[in-house]
């Protein structure tokens, strides 16, 4: 069956500009999850959903950063008057359900964002 | 204070041994659980291995397996018989409480294997 799809694969933005990500997760996870990961760093936690709301966005960097999800499906994380510290890779990640003791986050390909 | 430490930034390995890759953690909820993800060069996550904070065994699968020292804190990695695909960054992450699903990870050790 079909993963987890991110688009843009890459995304060439300017300093200033808006930019939106997209993740479509895997059918039926009802749990999706973002995370940055910058060159040569591990993934840093930003957002996560159950179904259409956001129970944790600490990790959102600023307020520049957005996300939104619908109809319990696609994802758009929205980063406002990009800066050149929001150039990585964003990983969309999504999982069958949320809590209990074991629950495998399916990651998708990511989008590589470069900011100039 | 750091949640996941992962102290070897690269490791290196010949074809067909075993290879430990450390881990440990810090926190204080008694339910946690704890991951390990595999990075090769194309930049995909994929999952390896989970040991559960009340799992009474190591976790195992296939030539993966983890030693898990509770009281120490640590969660490190054991891959057997290492192959050249095995080549890749290698994360630990953990998930607090269950409440939420959020991974905390580490910064990664970058294993090479060698003929």
């Known amino acids: 069956g079909a993963g987890v799809s991110q688009s843009p694969s890459n995304k060439v933005t300017e300093k200033g500009k808006d930019v939106e990500l997209r993740c479509d997760p895997i059918?039926?996870?009802?749990?999706l999850y973002w995370y940055r990961q910058r060159l040569g760093q591990g993934l840093e936690f930003l957002i996560y959903f159950q179904g259409n709301s956001a129970p944790d966005k600490s990790g959102l960097p600023s307020d520049r950063f957005s996300a939104e999800r619908t109809g319990e499906s696609v994802s758009t994380l929205t980063i406002q008057r990009t800066q050149q510290e929001d150039s990585a890779v964003y990983l969309c990640?999504?999982?069958?359900?949320?809590?209990?003791?074991?629950?495998?986050?399916?990651f998708g390909p990511g989008t590589r964002l470069t900011v100039l | 204070a750091q949640k996941i430490t992962q102290t070897q930034p690269g490791m290196f390995v010949q074809e067909k041994e075993a290879v430990t890759l450390d881990c440990t953690y810090d926190?204080?909820?008694?339910?946690?659980?704890l991951f390990w993800y595999k990075q090769p060069s194309s930049g995909e996550m994929i999952f390896l291995i989970y040991q559960g904070s009340y799992d009474q065994q190591n976790a195992t699968e296939g030539r993966y397996s983890l030693n898990f020292q509770k009281a120490r804190k640590s969660a490190n990695l054991v891959i057997s018989a290492s192959q050249l695909g095995d080549s890749a960054m290698y994360f630990c992450a953990m998930r607090e409480g269950q409440k939420t699903d959020k991974l905390i990870f580490g910064t990664g050790t970058r294993l090479q294997v060698f003929p």
């Open positions: 926190t204080s909820d008694p339910s946690y659980g």
């Open positions: 990640a999504s999982s069958l359900l949320l809590g209990g003791a074991y629950n495998e986050q399916f």
């Open positions: 059918s039926g996870h009802t749990a």
